[in-house]
């Protein structure tokens, strides 16, 4: 008898909430989401657990907790130096500091003896004092945005994402501190049992990751051009090759990668490839 499970934490709700259940949902794992604080997947040993952002870290700090998701951004800033299993490639921002649109900003030397309100004290600190730069930090825990048109702070550091939030607000973007995106967190002292289980999460996680990132590609092809598409194809290995019903023809089949995938596309149409068709991966298991 074995009912070892898995506690993950995830956001309750917010940017990375829908994401991290759309993540588990690829790898294969039902977890309903009835607005409960707790729920068990159908099919995984795994117990979701449903918590503020911001306390993610100090869970899986404290074990109340396995493993869970969180904004890199967060996890620094509280500073528990638990180890990334993963980094989970959404929920992508970026700290910045931001000043009124109107104002005359030239560099960083402009912060000093300025007031910044944030919600991340810690990560701007560590910016502050490595640039050289004296400034007062306001640690307010939400609605940043607002402090200059209120008169409680000259900037703000905070993420920014689309862009528009500071745009509402008649601020601008001045300075970046750190790029962030999802983490998957995990307490570095898990159990044998526990640790399998992680295991086997991060194997479907990384299907689904390098699934997201390639293309499956066919092409027909005059078989005097085989060699120059194969050479043009990255594939995991050579292409297929099949023969067409048409003499002299075949078709091509292999996995490009979303970065290179229009170049890739124009050298193979160059090379004489024809009626080229590109469809998702749902998994990858290299
Ligand atoms: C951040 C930030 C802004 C918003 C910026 O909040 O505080 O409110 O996102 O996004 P935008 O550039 O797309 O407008 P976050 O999602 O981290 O929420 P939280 O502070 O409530 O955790
Ligand atoms: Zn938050």
């Known amino acids: ?33 009835g607005g409960k604080l707790r729920a068990e997947a159908a099919n995984f040993p795994l117990e979701v657990l449903y918590l503020r952002d911001d306390d993610i870290p100090q869970y899986v700090a404290e074990g ?73 930090i306001e640690q307010i825990s939400g609605s940043v945005e607002i402090a200059p048109s209120i008169g409680l702070a000259e900037a703000v550091c905070d993420i ?13 973007e001045v300075e970046t501190i750190l790029r962030s995106e999802a983490v ?31 293309k499956y590609i066919l092409l027909n092809a005059p078989n005097d051009a085989i060699g120059k598409i194969t050479s043009i194809l990255p594939g995991m290995k050579s292409p297929t090759v099949l023969p067409l019903a048409t003499e002299g023809w075949s078709s091509l089949h292999s996995v490009v990668s979303e970065d290179d995938f229009w170049e890739v596309i124009d050298r193979l149409k ?3 490839a024809e009626g080229i068709l590109v469809c998702p991966i749902e998994k990858m298991v290299l």
């Open 184 to 214: 998957l967190i995990a307490d570095p002292n898990l159990p044998e049992g526990k640790q399998a289980l992680l295991d086997k999460l991060l194997f479907r996680m990384r299907a689904v990751e390098n699934a997201g990132r390639n």
């Open 1 to 33: 008898m074995n009912n070892t499970k898995l506690k993950l934490a995830i956001q309750k709700g917010g940017r990375l909430s829908e994401k991290s259940l759309d993540l588990l949902q690829r790898c294969g794992i039902k977890v309903s989401n």
């Open 270 to 272: 160059s090379a004489g």
């Open 160 to 172: 920014v994402s689309t862009g528009s939030t500071l745009l509402a607000n008649g601020l601008k």
């Open 64 to 136: 109340v907790a396995d493993i869970g998701i969180a904004g890199e951004n967060v996890v620094l800033e509280k500073g528990f130096d638990l180890p990334v299993a993963e980094r989970l490639g959404f929920a992508k921002c970026r700290l910045s500091l931001a000043v009124k649109r109107e104002e005359n900003y030239t560099d960083l030397s402009w912060f000093k003896g300025k007031k910044i309100a944030t919600s991340y004290p810690v990560v701007l600190q560590a910016f502050l004092s490595e640039k050289g730069i004296d400034a007062e």
